[in-house]
């Protein structure tokens, strides 16, 4: 065996000692391929046809965002308003499900997606679950409670907290929410995400305290070395890596053997 495998496989034995749920994720050398709310380098992000985009480019998740309407529905929007990703004007919180489906979701990126809607939530699952693996962030929990709970219940109605097909994985910025989602359906795993450091770096007390919940600690790509990686990886986590957008930092992640890669170009993956 190659000293760089043996290291590789060494960083990875804790996720068994602690009894997390290993998988072919863990398994790999080759970064698992992630379309960034489906393909959003080619089409509009969030909406079936990225999403149908991201699949044919040969993506093994599609990443996606979950927020909240008026009437309590689940909707796949990434910003708290609908003002950048379509032709309408407000916060998604502020339209019922039935109005938010009656805005245009693509013309905005290109006038050839001009049918594209904001999907709900069991649309996009009906449609993907199936089909492949679902990186689910929950987006601005704090401005929609109780959110965790409707995500749990979609999901588990589908029997998609269950091991056998296509892996759902929920992460987040907000670690309570993150928390509190990990009571409600412990077989889901879970995953951190990091936009800066709040010190120094990341210090082993943040990932102690993640170790109670998460599986995965996936950090900005501009947060990146060798480094922090191996830190991640030796505290017994998996790490997925957002935003790439080009090929070198494709190469750079290889050579830290991170576990996935999230691009809006899944096609460089
Ligand atoms: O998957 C991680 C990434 O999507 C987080 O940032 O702003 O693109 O949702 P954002
Ligand atoms: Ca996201």
Known sequence: MKVTTAIWRWFHIPLARKGLKT?????????IRIGHRGA?????ENTFASFHKAIELGVDFLEMDVQMTKDGELVVIHDSTV???T???????????RE?????AGSWFDPQFGGEKVPSFGDFLDEFSSKIGILLEIKNPILYPGIEEKI???LLKRGLNRSEGNQVIVQSFDQNSLKKFHQLVPSIQIGVLLKRFSGKGLSNRELDLFSSYAAYVNPKITMVNRRLISKIHRHGFKSFIWTVRNRKEVQLLRHFHVEGIISDFPDLL
């Open 23 to 31: 998988n072919s994720i863990s398994e790999t050398r080759s970064p």
């Open 152 to 154: 749990a219940n979609e």
């Open 83 to 85: 003002n950048r990703t």
């Open 100 to 104: 938010i489906q009656t805005l245009d």
């Open 40 to 44: 959003a380098g080619y089409c509009p």
């Open 87 to 97: 032709n309408g004007k407000g916060k998604v919180k502020d339209f019922t499900l």
